[in-house]
């Protein structure tokens, strides 16, 4: 009985390595990148961006064989004040058209705990790319009480120079240091 049982652990186990990873697809609805900044030492001021697109291939048996990647439009940010958003996107800052897209891409992926994981991606802002490292945990997967389907939610946040990305106007006197929080609902590609 326990050779038995030992095959099947093993044949489970096999099976299991040459599963594919599983594709989901972001819920622009319930995803969001918020950032956060210092203004002249005075306060916090935030701002997030929405009108998500972008995939998950996620390997639940090989966390680091996934990847991600995902897009944004520059102009789905919001601050809560029409002016400062009509500023960033200026010349001064973005200089942004319709079309224009802020993307990420991971490159690598370091399982760090049990739901957690560092993600090394390349995220393209204002015509410039360079690497940056998310620090992700898996919220929660599960079926969707109400869409009745597989659905994965991640959290992650990162820091940015504002400087990095050629948005750095006003430096240092407004942060050039930006907090990220990124906070995604994805579902099972059909």
């Keep these: 009985m326990k050779t038995i049982l030992v095959a099947a652990a093993l044949a489970a186990a ?14 622009p609805s319930h995803s969001q990148v918020v ?7 005075f306060s916090n001021t935030t701002g997030m961006f929405s ?8 390997d639940q048996e090989n966390p680091a064989a ?5 897009s944004m439009p520059v102009t789905s940010m ?11 996107m200026s010349e001064d800052f973005f ?21 957690t994981a560092k993600i090394t991606g390349d995220l393209s802002m204002n015509g410039v790319t360079k690497p ?10 599960g079926d969707h009480p109400m869409a009745g389907k597989p659905w994965a939610g991640f959290d992650a946040t990162t820091t940015l120079l504002r400087s990095d990305f050629e948005v750095g106007k006003f430096a240092p006197y ?9 906070s995604v609902e994805a579902m099972k590609a059909e």
């Design 66 to 70: 996934s990847s991600v990647s995902v």
């Design 14 to 27: 096999s099976s299991a390595a040459l599963a594919a990873p599983v594709k989901y697809v972001l819920d």
């Design 35 to 41: 950032f956060e900044y210092n203004h002249l030492g």
């Design 174 to 182: 407004v942060g050039d240091e930006v907090e990220v929080r990124i």
């Design 95 to 115: 200089g942004a058209k319709d079309g224009d897209l802020v993307t990420f891409t991971s490159t690598s992926i370091e399982v760090t705990g049990e739901n």
């Design 78 to 88: 919001f601050t809560g004040w029409e002016a400062r958003e009509q500023h960033f």
């Design 51 to 58: 009108g998500f697109e972008g995939e998950i291939l996620f």
């Design 132 to 141: 940056v490292v998310l620090d992700a945990k898996l919220n929660q997967m």
